[in-house]
């Protein structure tokens, strides 16, 4: 039988089902979707590819899912370092934001983050920021899946005046989106402190009527629980429950001041909480209790934030500071295994933005989005287990390959979408404009 793509593999690791890795296997992909799975010897007599990958030292996975972005903010990469959230945000990310928000920043912004995230073996992000319209454009330009937030914020900007500026700016992205398959939508309501209870009100309305998650952040910060509770008596997920937001749709970024009963609440209502371990620890948020949440039944994917707060996009990463950071949070070794990290952020996260059918782990019927990892480097030999040296010691250098809707997006390191030489010189201008001195 011909096919578009088979590609042989000495690991792959489907993620579902659960701690299996299948030896000397072959993926098979045909109409952008896998179509089998099988013993490379068989794959051999079953099956002729127009493609045919041989990966002798790779482990394959489904690719990994970056649950919560601010992708063009990659721009402002290490302009204001080792500051806490407040003061990062009101004297200097909004003021160069401010200043400099377009559809020119957001889109090579975008250009550099989705370069960054292929590179890495990201192949879906969740995204929160200005001008959608551009970043999904980007999107479906460079052929990443994405789920792209229609932001909502009380406050003008360079994109929309008011919330329901806002929400009227994302309804007509919404529409516009429909035909397409690899990028849809969210509401992104930036936070309970900077959208007031009418919109969120609209908001949950909406999300109900069109099956649209709603991604938010919440309990980010101690200050911003103290300070909610200081002006209205509640905690912000007091105040989301009352306003009927905390629903399957609900996905909770940060999530780092939690009582026992908050989680137990959370758990009930089938909300998924997005865990940005490398943020929160850079900014000093606070600790999201995530063993706590995984044995209350609640779903955690995970996610970067922005790389102004980060500093990078790197999933695998991620993965080995969440698995690291659980275990000390919980003050247990077992707590967050390898195989838990990993699955954090692939099938969780498809599971949290509604895509599990689509992605989030290699199953036949699926969509081929699948990454290879080269095992053979020093760093990661000797190898016993293929899944904790990927999460505890690999690096994202080691992706070679990666493909979505089985385009292959990255060969041998090598980025097919982009020409780097003008993405490099486009990033240097913004960094000499970010960087002048103010008027």
């Not at 296997?25 to 794959?43: C, E, N, Q, S």
């Not at 192949?123 to 792209?148: S, W």
């Not at 371990?277 to 044995?295: D, M, R, Y």
């Not at 070679?400 to 486009?426: C, H, M, P, Y």
Request: negative net charge; glycine residues 6%; proline residues 5%.
């Amino acid at each position: 039988m011909l096919v578009d793509t088979l590609i042989h593999a000495r690991w792959i690791i489907p993620v579902e089902p659960e701690f299996v890795t299948y030896e000397h296997h072959t993926l098979v992909i045909d109409g952008g979707k896998i179509i089998d799975l099988l013993p490379t010897d068989l794959a051999k007599q079953q099956y002729q590819g127009t493609s045919t990958e041989n990966l002798e030292n790779h482990a394959l996975l489904p690719g990994l899912i970056n649950c919560h972005t601010h992708a063009a903010m990659t721009l402002l990469r290490g302009i204001a370092d080792d500051l806490p959230l407040m003061v990062w945000l009101q004297n200097h990310i909004w003021p160069l934001e401010q200043k400099w928000m377009s559809e020119a920043f957001v889109k090579d912004g975008t250009d550099l983050a989705i370069a960054e995230m292929i590179l890495g073996g990201t192949t879906c992000f969740n995204d929160m920021y200005f001008f959608p319209e551009i970043t999904a454009r980007q999107v479906l330009q460079h052929g990443i899946r994405a789920k792209v937030g229609l932001i909502v914020i009380d406050f003008p900007s360079a994109w929309a005046q008011d919330s329901d500026d806002y929400i009227a700016k994302g309804l007509a992205l919404h529409e516009q989106l429909r035909p397409s398959g690899l990028c849809s939508t969210a509401f992104a309501p930036h936070a309970p402190y900077t959208v007031s209870d009418g919109a969120l009100q609209k908001i949950r309305v909406l999300a109900d009527e069109l099956e649209l998650p709603v991604h938010i952040h919440v309990h980010e910060t101690l200050h911003e629980v103290e300070q909610a509770q200081t002006e209205s008596g509640q905690r912000p997920l007091q105040r989301l429950r009352g306003l009927g937001l905390l629903t399957p749709s609900l996905l909770a970024v940060h999530m780092t001041q939690l009582t026992a009963g908050e989680i137990s609440l959370f758990a009930e209502s089938g909300a998924h909480i997005v865990h940005c371990p490398e943020s929160n620890l850079k900014l000093a948020s606070g600790f999201c209790p995530v063993a706590q949440c995984l044995a209350a039944g609640i779903n955690v994917a995970l996610g970067t934030d922005g790389a102004a707060s980060n500093n990078d996009l790197d999933m695998l990463g991620e993965m080995r500071t969440a698995a690291l950071l659980g275990k000390a949070v919980a003050g247990d070794a077992s707590a967050i295994p390898a195989m838990t990290a990993l699955r954090m952020a692939t099938i969780n996260g498809a599971k949290a933005l509604g895509l599990d059918a689509t992605c989030g782990s290699l199953s036949v019927g699926k969509a081929a989005d699948v990454i290879a990892i080269d095992l053979n480097h020093l760093e990661t030999q000797p190898l016993y287990c293929p899944i904790s040296q990927i999460v505890y010691a690999a690096s994202r250098q080691q992706v070679t390959d990666v493909w979505v809707a089985g385009k292959r997006l990255l060969k041998q390191r090598e980025l097919t979408t982009f020409n780097i030489d003008s993405l490099k010189e486009k990033i240097a201008e913004w960094q000499q404009r970010l960087s002048a001195l103010p008027d």
